[in-house]
């Protein structure tokens, strides 16, 4: 049975009325049970190709004279980092790994990533492969984080290779004036960060960084966020990315984007250009594309600040997760603050707590202002957010947001994706599971058959 969204679910201020009655035509609240443990599409930890499968990166990179010329992977590339015009290493070398060995200095061993990220800054650029000779699901354990410079593909294939950090070092460090940049299937994650707060991210784009494009990866039990996407004051320009075709698991806080100097420390700067046209040649602009986030519990994305986010096509399965202080995290979909903007379209949201109901987005403004332990943050994350919501599906949950008016349209049309309903989300799910992490880009290029 299909309902609509409840009005007591749906807190509109005024001047978004409107607004408000478009968001319950247009999105749908399915009607079911208990929340089955099937609704959570998949299990497990990172990808491992099949023990019959033979790794066909050499078959899939079209090279010529040792030069990158070509990748399926190109093709997948939407959204804000089209805009940008990623394109990572084409038409640069290609450089393999072919040790799994790291050392906390450049240069050191020729056959290691490091070793490779290294080449690829000094010959203005690279696409980065892994070689067989490196068996099965090889483990990199890094000293500390990699740096990636402007004009790389680090492109895992069907290696299953895993890259890993250990806090405080995030795994992958993408900082400007760096840009266009391919972050490609790869399982990603930190050892020894159970306990550890803002300890690293499984990937950090900052500082200005620009065309950035993280597809297929498999991200897990990072210490801080799995991928944040940030600008200070003090950054010029546009921060544009998608982060599309990834699964997120075992974790709290996903996904952070947005000025965060400016929420932090500047709470009024944000507030008067959310009554303007939003410009894009500044700030943050995040698609975030076709993922799955995997029973995590919070920050689907949480933007705040000059930020506008195109969230489309994903399935968000959330649930609390127990801290080592003995709490349960917080639990929600979307979080809007500070002038952030967000477009939410052909999302799944899923509550996998029959005890409550999950929220699905919710504006800073609904919420008490609160001071943080270290006493920066007191009621800083009001702000005028416009948030649009359209052809969602919501199971076991529910909108809760004030909102200044709708977004503005993207500079961009995606490629249609899975057909989302009420009556068959089960399936959307489903689908979406076989389409994202290191062993999802054969399924997106063939099309297989969805909902």
């Known amino acids: 049975m299909v309902l ?18 478009q968001a319950i035509l247009k999105n749908e609240k399915a009607g079911i049970g208990p929340v089955a443990p099937t609704a959570n599409a998949t299990q497990g930890g990172s990808w491992t190709p099949a023990a019959d499968t033979r790794c066909s990166i050499a078959s899939e990179l079209v090279t010529q004279g040792g030069l990158a010329h070509g990748s399926p992977l190109l093709g997948r590339i939407e959204g804000f980092a089209k805009v940008a015009g990623v ?27 490091r070793a490779a990220l290294a080449r690829a800054e000094a010959e203005g650029g690279g696409w980065i492969i892994f070689s067989p000779a490196l068996g099965a699901s090889p483990r990199i354990e890094l000293a500390k984080s990699l740096i990636v410079p402007s004009n790389v593909t680090i492109d895992g294939g069907c290696s299953g290779v895993t890259i890993s950090s250990s806090p405080p070092f995030s795994v992958l460090k993408v900082m400007g004036p760096t840009r266009n940049v391919m972050i ?18 499984c990937v950090t784009v900052a500082r200005g960084a620009d065309a950035v494009w993280v597809g297929f990866n498999a991200m897990s039990a990072c210490s801080d966020g799995m991928v944040d996407i940030t600008q200070g ?8 990315a998608t982060v599309a075709f990834n699964r997120f698991f075992d ?3 996903d996904m952070l984007i947005g000025s965060n100097e400016c929420i932090e420390n500047h709470p009024g700067v944000c507030d008067a250009p959310a009554s303007q046209p939003f410009r894009f040649d500044r700030g943050v602009q995040v698609t975030i594309q076709g993922n799955l986030f995997d029973g995590t519990a919070q920050r689907h994305p949480r933007i705040s600040g000059l930020s506008y986010v195109d969230l489309s096509g994903n399935v968000v399965s959330a649930k609390g997760r ?3 202080n003995g709490k349960t995290s917080g639990v929600y979909g979307s979080y809007v603050g500070g002038g952030g903007r967000l477009l939410a379209r052909d999302n799944l949201f899923l509550g996998l707590e029959s005890e409550r109901q999950m929220r699905a987005i919710v504006s800073a ?59 068959d989300w089960k399936g959307f799910a489903a689908c979406i599971a076989t389409r994202v ?4 880009l054969a399924a997106v290029s063939a099309n297989r058959a969805c909902p």
Do not use: C, W
Not at 4 to 21: D, E, H, N, Q
Not at 184 to 201: I, S
Not at 234 to 240: A, F, N
Not at 380 to 390: D, F, H, N, Q, R
């Open 4 to 21: 609509p969204i409840k009005l007591t679910m749906l807190f509109l201020a005024a001047p978004a009325l409107v607004f408000g009655s």
């Open 87 to 113: 394109t990572g290493g084409l038409g640069k070398r290609v450089i393999e790994v072919t040790s799994a060995d790291d050392f906390a200095g450049r240069g050191q061993n020729g056959g290691t990533l």
């Open 184 to 201: 490609a299937r790869l399982n990603l994650t930190q050892r020894d960060a159970a306990g550890v707060r803002e300890g690293g991210d």
């Open 233 to 240: 004051l003090e950054d010029s320009g546009p921060t544009r």
């Open 251 to 253: 974790h709290d806080k």
């Open 322 to 324: 127990l801290r080592d």
């Open 365 to 423: 403004d609904m919420e008490e202002p609160r001071e943080r332990e270290d006493g920066k943050r007191k009621g800083a994350l009001e702000g005028k957010s416009m948030i649009g919501v359209e052809r969602n599906v919501l199971v076991n949950a529910g909108f809760v947001f004030n909102s200044a008016g709708q977004p503005e349209a993207p500079p961009y049309t995606l490629s249609a994706g899975p057909r989302l309903t009420s009556g």
């Open 437 to 440: 992490g290191p062993g999802g």
